[in-house]
C-alpha cells in the first residue's frame, strides 16, 4: 500500500469524539499509515468549561494534543473528521476551523483530499446523520473525495448501520450506547485505502 498521510480532527467536549479520533488512529496506524491527531481551537469561555466538570476534566486531559492548522490540512492526503453534533451541524469550534481555510481552498489545495467523517449527539436521533451530512457539503465545496463507509462492513450494523460514517449515542452517564469501536477502525482503514489508491494513480 502506498504510504498515506492521515489527519485526524476532532472536536470534543466531554471526551467521546475524542474516543473516536483515538480508536481512528489506532486502525490507521495499524496499516503504517503516517497520522496527526489533532484537535480543533476551542471557542468556548473558560466560565461555560467550568459550568461542566466534565468538560473541564477533559479540556485538562487533552491539553498537550496539538491544535489543528491549515498546514496539517496541506499535509495530509486523507482527513477524519469527528464532532458532536450542534443542533443537526457540526460544532461551531469544527465550523470555524472549516471556515478559515479559504487560504487553501483558492490555492487549489483541498481539491482531492480523501475524507470521511463521524459524529455523536446524547440521544439516537439527535442530528448525527445530519452533522456528518454538512460536514460533507463542506467537503464538496474543497472538492475532496468522499469515503463514507456505506455497508462495507458488518461491524456498520453493530455500530447502529449509519452508512455515511460511524455515529454513537452518548447518554451522560455510561458512556457510548452503540458498540461502534469496530466500525471506527472499519472507517478509518477504509478511508487510508481509498486515499492509497488515489495517491498511487496521481504518482504524487
Known amino acids: 500500500m502506498n504510504k498515506v498521510k492521515l489527519a485526524i480532527i476532532y472536536y ?4 467521546t469524539n475524542y474516543q473516536l479520533a483515538k480508536w481512528a488512529q489506532e486502525a490507521a496506524e495499524e496499516l503504517g499509515t503516517e497520522t496527526r491527531l489533532l484537535k480543533v481551537q476551542e471557542l468556548a469561555s473558560d466560565a461555560a468549561i467550568d459550568q461542566n466538570p466534565y468538560w473541564r476534566k477533559h479540556v485538562e486531559k487533552t491539553k498537550d494534543i496539538s491544535v489543528a492548522t491549515s498546514d496539517d490540512l496541506d499535509w495530509a492526503d486523507a482527513i477524519i473528521f469527528s464532532s458532536p453534533t450542534r443542533y443537526g451541524n457540526v ?4 465550523k470555524q476551523f472549516m471556515d478559515i481555510q479559504g487560504g ?5 489545495k483541498l481539491g482531492n483530499k480523501v475524507v470521511s467523517a463521524m ?5 439516537p436521533h439527535g442530528g448525527q446523520e ?4 454538512a460536514t460533507y457539503i463542506t467537503m464538496m465545496h474543497w472538492g ?5 463507509p456505506g455497508y462495507t462492513d458488518e461491524s456498520i450494523f453493530a455500530a447502529g448501520g449509519n452508512p455515511y460514517g460511524t455515529s454513537v449515542t452518548y447518554d451522560g452517564k ?3 450506547v452503540e458498540d461502534v469501536k469496530n466500525a471506527v477502525m472499519h472507517q478509518a482503514k477504509r478511508t487510508v485505502e481509498v486515499a492509497s489508491w488515489v495517491k498511487k ?3 504524487k
Open 12 to 15: 470534543s467536549s466531554t471526551g
Open 91 to 94: 460544532a461551531s469550534q469544527m
Open 104 to 108: 487553501l481552498w483558492s490555492q487549489g
Open 119 to 123: 459524529s455523536s449527539a446524547g440521544n
Open 130 to 133: 445530519a452533522t456528518i451530512l
Open 144 to 148: 475532496a473525495i468522499i469515503v463514507p
Open 174 to 176: 455510561d458512556g457510548m
Open 201 to 203: 494513480g496521481s504518482n
